[in-house]
């Protein structure tokens, strides 16, 4: 059964940074995409920043130039360096890994709370 397991989530001031990570276990991937997504209170999940397996990158306009996704395709392992962190980015984050055969998994969250 695949697992998505995020960590790295904590409360940090305006300002600071985070490092996100998220692991993949139960099987052999090869994921063609892996994702962050957020989904603020009241709000609807939002796409953060995405990395196919050939290093092509995509990030919502509200974190451009402070978040940054990488992934280490050997251990199939996609990270979400933030920083300049802003209360607005307050969120329960989500990590999403699409396989070849298009089958789409889901990480159970992790929280980030910026605030002073």
């Known amino acids: 059964q695949v697992q998505l397991v995020e960590s790295g989530g904590a409360l940090v001031q305006p300002g600071g940074s985070l490092r996100l990570s998220c692991a993949a276990s139960?099987?052999?991937?090869?994921?063609?995409?892996m994702a962050w997504y957020r989904q603020a209170p009241g709000k609807q999940r939002e796409l953060v920043a995405s990395?196919?397996?050939?290093?092509?990158?995509n990030t919502a306009d509200s974190v451009k130039g402070r978040f940054t996704i990488s992934r280490n395709n050997a251990f199939d392992t996609v990270y979400l360096q933030m920083n300049s962190l802003k209360p607005e980015d307050t969120a329960v984050y989500y990590c999403?890994?699409?396989?070849?055969?298009?089958?789409?998994?889901w990480g159970k969250g992790t929280l980030v709370t910026v605030s002073s």
């Open positions: 990395i196919t397996r050939g290093g092509i990158l």
């Open positions: 999403n890994a699409v396989a070849p055969t298009t089958a789409q998994y």
């Open positions: 139960g099987g052999i991937f090869s994921f063609y995409i």
